[in-house]
């Protein structure tokens, strides 16, 4: 097995191959450094994401994959390096010029993160009243619509997240994420917790949201049948850096925490690896 220092050179943005070629960069980070105290989570780090793909982000306990997430998304601070998104360098931007750029985006947090004294429908309705000027009355009906575009029942809109199924709160989650047309994604552990069928259906539910909206998504995960299903390509957090590629060519990357992770007992119970 290689030694990490005798790997192949990463192409540009931390990737095993070039996929850049006439390609629009959605997310382009270029040397990152995250840092709490004296621990350094992120160093270097360079990262792409390109218009139209699902990128899985995976790694180690403790890597930063969910730190990394809510770097990009601006709530935490980095110490040093460049976030772009949508072509803008968001460290450059005043409040009101993020907020711009902020909506075009939309987050699932970890078991959907709903307000649990407000109903599906208030939930979605949430970021229309902050971001967007719809009229009052227009309001329940662009709720219906998301509950409808994620799989839930029409009464699900009256219901609290108190009164509804693991599976159903991440679809809430996802029908808010979604509520002023968002362009790009980020899901934190969408499958999490949830069992086998309802994962995999999660999944079913995000590939084909992806293909009629066109969204790009950037999602952390650890479900092995997540990757090999869904994801486009997988960024690993490894060494403090991303090393990014398709599944294929993560196969056969030399690297111990790789070959251990796509290759050890639960990838292969996955029937890969």
């Not at 917790?193 to 066109?214: H, K, M, V, Y």
């Not at 999602?219 to 990014?244: E, G, P, Q």
């Not at 196969?251 to 996955?270: D, N």
Request: hydrophobic letters at 40%; proline letters at 4%.
């Amino acid at each position: 097995m290689n030694d990490v220092a005798t790997l192949p050179p990463l192409i540009e943005g931390g990737q095993i191959s070039d996929m850049s070629q006439g390609r629009e960069r959605v997310i382009s980070i270029r040397g990152l450094r995250n840092q709490f105290g004296t621990q350094v989570l992120h160093d270097r780090l360079d990262f792409d994401v390109f218009r139209g793909e699902i990128v899985g982000l995976v790694g180690g306990s403790g890597s930063g994959k969910s730190v990394l997430l809510r770097t990009i998304v601006g709530l935490n601070p980095w110490r040093e390096g460049r976030i772009d998104v949508f072509g803008e360098d968001m460290g450059a931007l005043s409040h009101e010029e993020r907020q711009r750029v902020q909506t075009r985006w939309g987050v699932l947090f970890q078991d959907g993160a709903l307000f649990s004294s407000l109903t599906v429908a208030e939930n979605i309705e949430l970021p229309l009243r902050e971001h967007a000027r719809v009229p009052e009355a227009a309001l329940d009906d662009i709720a219906a619509l998301k509950v409808s575009l994620v799989g839930l029942p029409p009464n699900a809109c009256t219901k609290k997240p108190s009164e509804l199924s693991g599976g159903m709160k991440k679809r809430a989650g996802l029908a808010r994420a979604l509520a002023l047309d968002a362009e790009l994604l980020f899901l934190d552990e969408p499958t999490a917790g949830l069992d086998p069928i309802s994962a995999a259906n999660f999944d079913q539910l995000l590939r084909d949201l992806q293909r009629t909206l066109g969204l790009t998504v950037v999602m952390v995960t650890h479900d092995l049948d997540s990757l090999h299903a869904i994801c486009d390509r997988i960024a690993v957090l490894l060494d403090k850096r991303i090393v990014a590629g398709t599944m294929e060519e993560l196969l056969v990357y030399e690297h111990p925490w790789i070959r251990e992770y796509f290759h050890g007992p639960r990838a292969r119970a996955a029937g890969f690896g």
